[in-house]
């Protein structure tokens, strides 16, 4: 999730924990900067375009090393502010700050490698868009209340939005799995065969769903929204650019793309550069992470340090269609 949604869950889940233990700016404080600590390794440059993306939510987002740097973090602070009688409590506080930052990033579709070093699996359930206003802003309107009152019954405020953020996530799990279930009946009924098939949830909504569904040769995307009158999605075909990926299957970064986009992926050709583009975050033809792996000449000459070469659809087009689309509109997507 974005920086401002993981540090309102530090610093709730720092109000709930230590409650009126301590002065409620210093559980804010202190579980915002747990809640935004693991992100911190997008300053690491780990080599070139694809390792940074790939590396980035692993090591810093694993639950076990998050537990072991716990105790450590509850020290320093019981330390700076004389708590050390409240120890066994910080230590709480601040362990659930940190966990709470790799789950929750688990619930959007990029991949959080929550199981170090047991598994570098990219965990993903691509319920939630990386940003949710419904879901951060319940967070927020609970803390402004905890702290703009020393009345104690204003701790509540901050324990409904808890509640209210989890709810939505859990309303999110619910509205992906109905988009599932339209998007298989309607690729059966156009008979449509794929190998893989995945919902996730446009910009800052869980109401309009990106449907994408793939083969070896090709893959389908298509949109649906909870508030279309039918459950039939009309689904445009790609291709994926299967023998560039042949070709380049045993180059490095292209395996590691393969790899972490869990198989999302397609390759293409543009200005006799091959690009390969992660599906599962943008929409045709724009992809945030597309990288130019290598040069065509007679064949494709991988390239030592793939680049990053992603783009984004024009705003003053995209968001009109995304909330006419949300409401029910049959309108197409912009290409």
Known sequence: ?????????????????????????????????????????????????????????????????????????????TRVHGETGLFRRWWLALWLALVTHPLLDAMTVYGTQLALPFTDHPFGMGSIFIIDPLYTLPLLVGIAAA?????????HWNAAGLVLSTVYLGWSVVAQQQA????????????????????????????LWRIVAVSPEAHWEGFYSLLDEGR????DRFDRG?????????????????????????????????????????????YVFTFRMAQLRSDPVPLARPEQVGSRPDLAEALPWLWRRAWGEPLRPPR
């Open 232 to 235: 039939q999605i009309p689904f």
């Open 1 to 77: 999730m974005d920086s401002v949604s993981q540090l309102a869950l530090g610093a709730a889940v720092g109000l709930a924990v230590m409650g009126r233990r301590t002065a409620r700016w210093k559980a804010a404080l202190w579980g915002g900067i747990a809640g935004t600590l693991p992100d911190l390794d997008v300053l690491i440059d780990f080599g070139d375009a694809v390792r940074n993306m790939t590396y980035h939510r692993s090591a810093s987002h694993a639950l076990l090393y998050l537990s072991l740097a716990a105790p450590l973090l509850a020290a320093i602070v």
């Open 180 to 207: 599932l279930a339209v998007a298989r009946e309607s690729l059966a009924a156009q008979g449509v065969a794929v190998q893989q098939l995945m919902a996730t949830p446009t910009a800052f909504n869980t109401v």
């Open 147 to 155: 702290l703009g009152s020393r009345r104690v019954d204003r701790l």
């Open 242 to 286: 299967q023998a560039l990926y042949e070709a380049l299957r045993d180059h490095g970064p292209v395996q590691r793309i393969a790899w972490f986009s869990k198989g999302y992926f397609k390759m293409q050709v543009r200005d006799g550069q091959v690009l390969m583009s992660d599906l599962r975050m943008g929409q045709e033809p724009f």
